[in-house]
């Protein structure tokens, strides 16, 4: 089975501080996504990586960046937090297809900016 | 503008009931069509995929979903509804050209299951 791994599953964090969110999939899977999802908003996609080094923006990029300097690895950065950044953050991974290929999502990092 | 639309954001059912989610999509050309579902403090796990062919789809846990292209919708449904399927649902979906693997999301659909 893959298995979509992110770090914390909680965090607290301070306006203004810079926040990293790791996330780790076992299955040399190509696409890596990062979704915030809020309550009556789904889920919305950030960023996302079809290759190492590569990122593309998703639809509510403002505020964050990523970096993927290996194949399994994709960290979401918030470089200066702040409240509206209050969230839960999903990480996922897909391997390479034509659109059909299903999300694997990680089961989450609950972020609350003070 | 392409969008899925989730009508319902709660629904309770009683054990054993039937059950019925709606999801509708607006883009130019049948996009792929997908439903998770996310269970209390866990990650969404993919429920069925629509890509072509028979327009019903079986999926996991006993649930299945009707494609009809003349109305736009994609809904899930299952014959009888375990108290452990109380979760959140969500419809998605990527169009079949351009669309890379990016999901766009429907808002969710609440289930709470009575026993």
């Known amino acids: 089975d893959v298995k979509v791994t992110q770090s914390s599953r909680y965090l607290v964090k301070r306006t203004g501080e810079k926040v990293f969110l790791e996330c780790v999939q076992d299955m040399d899977h190509e696409n890596m996504f990062w979704y915030r999802q809020d309550p009556g908003l789904g889920l919305r996609l950030i960023y996302f990586?079809?290759?190492?080094?590569?990122?593309e923006k998703g639809d509510i990029p403002e505020g964050y960046s990523v970096s993927r300097e290996k194949k399994e690895r994709f960290s979401l950065i918030l470089e200066s937090a702040s409240t509206n950044q209050t969230s839960m953050y999903l990480c996922?991974?897909?391997?390479?297809?034509?659109?059909?290929?299903?999300?694997?999502f990680g089961n989450g990092t609950r972020l609350t900016v003070t | 503008a392409q969008s899925v639309t989730q009508p319902d954001i709660h629904i309770t059912v009683s054990e054993g009931a039937s059950l019925e989610l709606r999801c509708n999509y607006s883009y130019g050309a049948t996009p792929y069509l997908f439903w998770y579902v996310q269970s209390p403090g866990q990650g969404l796990q993919l429920l069925l995929k629509y890509f072509s062919g028979d327009t019903l789809v079986q999926g996991i846990k006993g649930f299945e979903a009707e494609f009809k292209r003349s109305q736009s919708s994609f809904n899930l449904r299952k014959p009888s509804v375990h108290w452990s399927d109380a979760a959140e649902y969500f419809c998605?979906?990527?169009?079949?050209?351009?669309?890379?693997?990016?999901?766009?999301f429907g808002t969710g659909t609440q289930l709470k299951v009575e026993l």
């Open positions: 990586s079809y290759d190492v080094k590569m990122k």
């Open positions: 996922a991974s897909s391997s390479r297809g034509a659109g059909g290929s299903p999300l694997h």
């Open positions: 998605a979906v990527v169009p079949r050209k351009g669309g890379g693997n990016k999901l766009t």
